[in-house]
């Protein structure tokens, strides 16, 4: 995941959170000014009815109020606090079957529908019905339906800038033809009122969907407008440059966009380049045979202090699988060594070892493992040290069966004597071990 989509994401999120929210306490608590106040006291009393869980009293006082309402805006307001009271009667427990949920979220929008039908309903009524029957939609499944919904709500001329800029970035994204993604999204960028922040989230978008689409230049055009917004933290320039090499080397320009990269990382990777992203540009500039500017790339990342554990490991392990198919085998084991101990490196360590036909030199490398794993348990030992201690055995039993021949019993014999070490004399391990060597000992 990018940066810049992180960012895009924790917007949604936000706007989702808000908007949720909002539905929730409107719809029981007086959707709208134009409400009278004999409605409003019946939302009032609901909410504190449904704080409480009684839904049937709820939908009974709401039913009851809907029958005397007389204008649209009432009726609309009934009617959504109806549908968010359906939508949470589900039962509990062993009786809350996916049946039983779908039955409520669907006749949810059916009843915000009623509303939607109503011709006086006031445009915030209007957002707040096709907002939430679009979410319970999507929530089933139903994809189409729920789209069909947003692109009603784009219609609503009250729609605030904000939740308009989202929306469109959402549609933009779930569209499955790249040149109506780019309409959705030059259709926000179009709105009055937006942010820098909402505009360069928007021009990334686009960059990225006409990259997409394979329209390179006119998607340079739209991120290079990031940079002329002022405003913007760092980390959008930086994202901006991220992108605009993803460019180059989808446009075939490997040259330039090694340029970038390595003037982005030329202050280590302190400057908020997300560590997966740059792993994945550093396989492009592999894939396109850029081999100088992937060993820089993956060098950064192994070196990686702030970032230091599993995705260090993953640089490692795909750096030393790159040093192996270029038969310099020395420097993959060079690589693996100096991570800490792990299944994941060790199995890789002992892999290359055998695909070499070194045998020797893997039962000497396991042996050494074993030793140093064993003086860290007698000092202050923790939980991975012991989980890791326990699957040993595992990763050498492949190589056992395989070695255990002939031409390399020697082999086989010192994995079993490494294993002794793992069982007490006294155990019923420790005594099959013995056998097996004796039986290895007279191939």
Not at 225 to 240: F, H, R, Y
Not at 302 to 326: H, M, S
Not at 416 to 426: D, V
């Amino acid at each position: 995941m990018s940066l810049g989509k992180s960012l895009q994401m924790k917007t949604r999120s936000t706007f989702r959170s808000l908007g949720v929210a909002l539905a929730f306490t409107l719809a029981l608590s007086g959707a709208s000014n134009a409400v009278t106040e004999k409605v409003q006291q019946t939302l009032n009393e609901a909410e504190q009815m449904m704080k409480g869980g009684r839904y049937s009293s709820v939908r009974t006082l709401l039913t009851e109020t809907l029958s005397k309402s007389s204008t649209d805006e009432d009726k609309a307001a009934l009617l959504q606090a109806m549908a968010k009271v359906t939508e949470r009667d589900v039962p509990t427990g062993k009786e809350r079957t996916v049946e039983a949920v779908t039955r409520a979220r669907l006749s949810a929008v059916e009843l915000y529908d009623k509303s939607l039908a109503l011709p006086g309903i006031t445009s915030e009524q209007r957002i707040k019905a096709l907002r939430e029957a679009a979410g319970l939609l999507h929530l089933e499944g139903k994809r189409e339906q729920a789209t069909g919904y947003r692109k009603r709500l784009l219609e609503v001329d009250a729609l605030p800038v904000r939740e308009r800029v989202s929306l469109l970035q959402l549609l933009a994204r779930q569209a499955e033809d790249k040149q109506e993604a780019v309409e959705y999204l030059e259709q926000g960028l179009s709105s009055p009122g937006i942010s820098d922040i909402e505009r360069a989230s928007l021009s990334l978008q686009l960059g990225k969907t006409l990259r997409e689409a394979g329209r390179f230049e006119a998607s340079k055009k739209a991120l290079e407008a990031i940079a002329a917004m002022a405003s913007l933290p760092p980390s959008w320039k930086v994202q901006m440059g991220l992108e605009l090499t993803e460019l180059d080397l989808a446009a075939g320009r490997s040259g330039d966009a090694s340029q970038r990269i390595l003037g982005l990382t030329k202050d280590g990777l302190g400057n908020g380049i997300p560590r997966y992203t740059l792993l994945a540009l550093a396989r492009k500039f592999r894939d396109a045979g850029n081999d100088k500017t992937y060993l820089a790339l993956m060098e950064l990342l192994i070196k990686d202090e702030d970032k230091p554990g599993n995705q260090v490991e993953t640089a490692t392990l795909e750096l030393a699988d790159y040093y192996a198919g270029k038969n310099q085998f020395d420097k993959a084991h060079t690589l693996l060594e100096g991570l800490p101990h792990s299944r994941r490196a060790i199995h890789k360590d002992l892999q290359l070892y055998h695909k070499q036909n070194q045998p020797e030199k893997l039962a000497r490398r396991f042996s050494q493992i074993v030793a140093d794993l064993k003086k860290e348990r007698a000092g202050q030992t923790d939980q991975a040290t012991n989980s890791l201690w326990q699957e040993l055995p595992g990763l050498a039993g492949p190589y056992l069966k395989q070695y255990s021949q002939p031409k390399t019993k020697k082999v086989a014999l010192s994995l079993l004597q490494t294993l002794c070490e793992f069982y007490a004399t006294n155990t019923v391990q420790y005594k099959a071990i013995q056998e097996e060597m004796k039986r290895v000992e007279s191939l």
